[in-house]
């Protein structure tokens, strides 16, 4: 696996979508925080980011819409451990008609360092049929704004080069 290169500073281009403090409940028994919970950061993040451009919670109950997972990569780059403020930053990567794919930074500002990164893609669904739908006009609007300016940073994503949107 390959170090990544980007910086603190290059990643804090990005807005912080979601900071939280590690609590004990998220440690396992080797006293670091369980994957699950990187997962569950990532997602956090990305819950608020979808509230901003018009995907969040009220948009699916609204249109029985959601967001589904369908891939997911995750790099650990340094423990996180009980008491640690976290910030998640997320970077858009690609997007289709139906589909995104972001890119979640997890940085420990409590010792100013990237602890992993986690790559998803997700497919807007419609939830009665459990079937892909094209992203409503005004949030896709929102998601092709936000690559742009993403796309637009001048430095490189480090993402896993297997995954796309």
Same mark, same amino acid.
């Given at each position: 696996m390959a170090k990544i290169s980007t910086s603190l500073a290059e990643i804090r281009?990005?807005?912080?979508? /979601?900071?939280?403090?590690?609590?004990?409940?998220?440690?396992?028994e080797n006293q670091h925080v369980n994957v699950q919970y990187y997962v569950r950061l990532a997602e956090r993040g990305l819950g608020e980011l979808f509230r901003q451009v018009g995907l969040g919670e009220r /948009?699916?109950?609204a249109d029985e819409i959601g967001n589904f997972a369908l891939e997911q990569h995750i790099r650990y780059l340094a423990e996180l451990l009980e008491g640690d403020q976290v910030s998640v930053h997320i970077r858009l990567i690609d997007l289709s008609l139906k589909r995104a794919y972001f890119l979640a930074f997890l940085l420990n500002d409590t010792r100013e360092e990237l602890a992993a990164t986690v790559e998803v893609v997700m497919m807007n669904v419609n939830i009665a049929r459990r079937r892909g739908t094209p992203f409503p006009p005004a949030a896709k609007a929102n998601l092709d704004e936000l690559l742009a300016r993403h796309r637009a940073l001048p430095w490189d994503p480090p993402v896993c080069g297997v995954m796309r949107a």
């Open positions: 281009q990005l807005e912080c979508v /979601y900071e939280t403090k590690i609590p004990r409940a998220f440690l396992d /948009y699916a109950a």
